[in-house]
Nanobody, 123 residues
């Protein structure tokens, strides 16, 4: 199982980015997929999740209405569309996968991790 995250970068406040996480070695539709982020000096935080059980989604309160997670099983890819970005969204973003039907993104629960991609929101 391999996960490859991409799409990070520098964006001004109010801007948008779309992160992608390409999966190999497994079928994403059979896994719960999540995005986490970690800012300097802070713990890794669960941002969003899309479960393999009825495609249940979860978003942490600070990104609700701004971020959307989705997956394209044909492309073996999960996305995180981030709109109305704020400086406090600055962090390294990670994608993660787990074969269980999880409904909450806890960092200690997920089995497989991709490398991070840096998102910096600054003017």
């Amino acid at each position: 199982v391999q996960l490859q995250a991409s799409g990070g970068g520098l964006v001004q406040p109010g801007g948008s980015l779309r992160l992608s996480c390409a999966a190999s070695g497994f079928t994403p539709g059979f896994f719960t997929l999540a995005w986490f982020r970690q800012a300097p000096g802070k713990e890794r935080e669960g941002v969003s999740l899309i479960s393999n059980k009825d495609s249940i989604t979860y978003y942490t309160d600070s990104v609700k209405g701004r971020f959307t997670t989705s997956r394209d099983n044909a492309k073996n890819t999960v996305y995180l569309q981030m709109n109305s970005l704020k400086p406090e969204d600055t962090a390294v973003y990670y994608c993660a996968a787990d074969p269980r039907p999880l409904t909450y993104p806890s960092a200690s629960t997920f089995t497989f991790w991709g490398q991070g991609t840096q998102v910096t929101v600054s003017s």
